[in-house]
């Protein structure tokens, strides 16, 4: 939204805009100060997806860039949707390998738990990790909780290891007995590790170098203790890497 | 023989816009944008060389989306509507600019590229330009590939694989409509694999699909060629992984090439620089100004001061960096063949729109690499089904969870920008499987009003809502288009609950979303 666009919008307008884009002004505000901190906020926007995007994500940007700045609609809600469902569930999405987010709703039956003088405890996120071996056979399963609230409905978990499978139950405790109103689907974090060459082949120790070659110029062999390996997002991101001769 | 081998992907995808219910729509001039700066182009740079008779080999993966778009009489109509608007802004340009010696020679450059843009569009492939791409397939120089139906970001459906497979049957189904043959081979948005995804590859006939550098490299047992060999997933579909260096190269707008100062300035726009008064006829209602195309001035620096673009300047230094792009080729390649026993493949994909859209010099690096290619012998062009020819036999593997976008993973589509819209999607994924389960055979109005609630649920999946609400600038479309599938597939929902049909409104809406004429809804049951 330019400054052009900006100046033609009535003052409500220009508040209702800046409330959207969660700016702070005074009641006093005019109409040029208004502006000013709306094309600020919108600059640091800006600014800030551009520095978060590797350069795929950047060139993909410019294929729906028709204006400059960020289009902001004040239009009615032309097509409602629900908000909830009126069902009880809890789901879990992989974000990347150490953060998954979780959604879940509770329907108006199992609200009244909380509500109803049941003595209930606020509901809690039991995060559930399962470790494996290399066969994918469960070696251990241990769990830790998250509080949350009645009003919250989605959560971002931090996972605390990558290479695990994870699900959650969505439980709450009456008195000392605990109480599960549902289970997730469960996911597995991505390794984030080299496997072993297990097949021979190719020219003896190029394995190594040949992994290096496709980008990865800090490889180290997968150690068997416990350890997050190294992580690729440095060079991901920057996507550039110089080879010796 | 090579040493090694060069097989260059281009993936050519918009989402379905289409808004018959609108004189013109803001949003469809992304298809328009795209026709006239990188497929036109590109086409013309493929018949060019095949007319020289030069040797090439490229794979293209057309979505079937923007397949469905580019074949839609709708859309071609208006392209040419908005095509005739453009030649005449280019006139106007032309006399505006007649005593600036800078300045004109570009206005009458963006006028002759509109001049043959309306020619190749109208005349050569009569409205549609799918026929330029088919024949160049015919003729051996393309390999064409698909996607998912509606470039859905599978990953975030794993636990949907009813819906997975919706995705990619009627991605196959409707590259056989428009293409007149099976594609061999998919491209995963966004690179996104989930573990299990081949499973649906292989149920619909498909031999191989791309991931991530490091998909292929974080795969259990180590890939023992790195990224420069295929690897077998258990089922028999191979994958290929993507190469950096050459990636980085022509994506970086900071270290590769198209961030060379000489080149065309993207953002520097007369819709944005010229006097409303002047431009308000090309721009949209409301004084909204757009991109029109016409841009004049080049890269320059990190500064608003921008040097005019210079033809040839730019001329010469695209014919470099091809140059320079084959020279860093056949060097990784020595490098590569020292350290195994077949000729590495170098695999770069690039998103089409990137050449000629964002660097306007694309179609012209892309001429010079493939006419510098075919005078030497290092380094071959070939095609993924062709190298799977030449090495049918390859080491067992499967891909890591992963995705070319930032970090490597899934953090653009899953943001709390858009996370919102995953609660919504699935609850219509399941509700549309309860709908396929409980109507297993029906037949007339029914059928069309399942079949249509199936293609609602699936153009709300679409990777790029999720992708503009995070990054772009046109969000409240993304969200308003999310919200309209949701909002139409909840309707046929619950009129089927009640077991009533709106035919007036199942008729507009399906005149609308009209693409997938042959979805199945019973695809749903599947999976």
């Keep these: 939204m330019t400054k052009e666009r900006l100046l033609n919008l009535s003052k409500e307008s220009l508040i209702s805009l800046a409330e959207q884009e969660d700016v702070d002004f005074s009641p006093e505000a005019g109409k040029e100060e208004l502006i000013e901190l709306i094309l600020e906020a919108l600059e640091e926007e800006r600014s800030e997806h551009e520095s978060s995007n590797n350069p795929a994500m950047r060139v993909k940007e410019t294929k729906y860039d028709i204006v400059l700045e960020r289009i902001i609609s004040l239009k009615e809600d032309e097509f409602p949707i629900p908000e909830t469902y009126n069902e009880t569930y809890i789901k879990l999405l992989m974000r990347d390998p150490l953060w998954a987010y979780a959604y879940w709703e509770l329907k108006d039956s199992d609200l009244e738990i909380f509500q109803g003088g049941f003595l209930a405890t606020e509901p809690f996120i039991r995060v559930y990790e399962i470790q494996e071996s290399l066969q994918n056979a469960p070696v251990s399963t241990s769990y830790f909780d998250i509080p949350v609230k009645l009003s919250d409905n989605n959560w971002y978990i931090n996972l605390p290891r990558t290479g695990s499978s994870y699900y959650l139950a969505l439980m709450y405790k009456l008195g000392k007995t605990e109480k599960t109103l549902c289970t997730s689907n469960t996911i597995k974090s991505p390794n984030e590790t080299y496997g072993l060459l297990k097949d021979g082949g190719g020219i003896a120790d190029a394995g190594n170098d040949l992994v290096l070659l496709s980008g990865l110029y800090d490889f180290e062999a997968p150690s068997s203790k416990n350890v997050i390996p190294q992580r690729i997002i440095s060079f991901l991101d920057a996507q550039y890497i110089q080879l010796k001769d | ?527």
């Design chain 2, 1 to 527: 023989m090579c040493k090694g081998y060069l097989c260059l992907v281009f993936h050519a995808h918009l989402p379905f816009v289409r808004h018959p219910e609108y004189e013109s729509f803001l949003e469809e001039n992304w298809l328009f944008e795209a026709i006239s700066e990188s497929y036109l182009p590109l086409l013309r740079v493929m018949n060019k060389l095949k007319e020289d008779s030069i040797p090439f080999k490229l794979t293209f993966s057309i979505s079937p989306t923007l397949a469905s778009m580019l074949s839609d009489e709708l859309l071609q109509k208006r392209y040419i509507n908005h095509l005739k608007k453009m030649q005449d802004l280019a006139a106007r340009e032309v006399d505006r600019t007649k005593r600036d010696s800078q300045f004109k020679p570009l206005a009458l450059m963006y006028k002759e590229l509109l001049e043959a843009n309306y020619y190749d569009f109208c005349e050569v492939y009569k409205k549609n330009i799918l026929k330029g791409f088919k024949a160049l397939e015919k003729d051996g120089y393309l390999e064409i590939i698909t996607s998912s139906a509606t470039h859905a970001f599978l990953p975030l459906y794993d636990q949907y694989p009813q819906v997975v497979e919706a995705q990619i049957n009627t991605a196959v189904i409707s590259h056989g409509r428009l293409f007149g043959k099976e594609p061999t081979g998919f491209w995963l948005p966004e690179c996104g694999y989930y573990p299990g995804v081949e499973k649906h590859l292989k149920a619909n006939n498909l031999h191989y699909f791309f991931t991530a550098a490091h998909g292929t490299l974080f795969s259990p047992s180590r890939p023992r060629y790195g990224v420069y060999a295929p690897l077998c997933c258990n089922n028999g579909v191979h994958f290929f992984g993507r190469d950096l260096q050459s990636s980085s190269a022509v994506w970086s707008g900071q270290d590769g090439y198209p961030g060379d100062a000489t080149y065309r300035d993207f953002y520097r726009d007369i819709g944005f620089d010229l006097p409303l008064d002047y431009i308000r006829p090309y721009i949209h209602e409301g004084d909204i100004r757009i991109f029109t195309g016409f841009k004049y001035y080049a890269i320059t620096g990190k500064t608003n001061q921008k040097k005019p673009y210079n033809r040839e300047e730019a001329a010469a230094k695209v014919r470099e960096h091809a140059e320079n792009f084959l020279y860093q080729r056949t060097m990784q390649v020595k490098r590569l063949s020292r350290l195994m026993k077949r000729p590495p493949i170098v695999v770069s994909p690039y998103d089409a729109e990137l050449f000629g859209h964002w660097w306007f010099e694309g179609p012209q690096w892309l001429d010079h690499l493939i006419r510098f290619s075919a005078e030497q012998q290092e380094v071959e062009m070939i095609t993924p089904s062709e190298y799977l020819k030449l090495y049918p036999e390859n080491q067992i593997g499967q891909p890591s969870y992963s995705s070319w976008g930032n970090r490597g993973y899934a953090e653009v589509w899953l943001d709390s920008s858009n996370d919102w819209i995953y609660r919504h999607i699935h609850k219509a994924i399941e509700r549309m499987t309860e709908l396929a389960i409980r109507f297993p055979e029906e037949k007339g109005l029914k059928r069309r009003t399942l079949n249509q609630a199936a293609r609602e649920v699936v153009l709300s999946m679409a990777s790029d809502w999720p992708f503009i609400m995070k990054n772009g600038t046109t969000v409240p479309y993304a969200v308003r288009r999310v919200k309209e599938h949701l909002h139409n597939f909840n309707r046929i929902y619950e009129n089927l609950c009640r077991n009533t049909v709106n035919t007036e409104w199942l008729t507009s809406i399906e005149k609308k979303n009209n693409v997938f004429p042959d979805i199945d809804y019973l695809i749903f049951s599947n999976g």
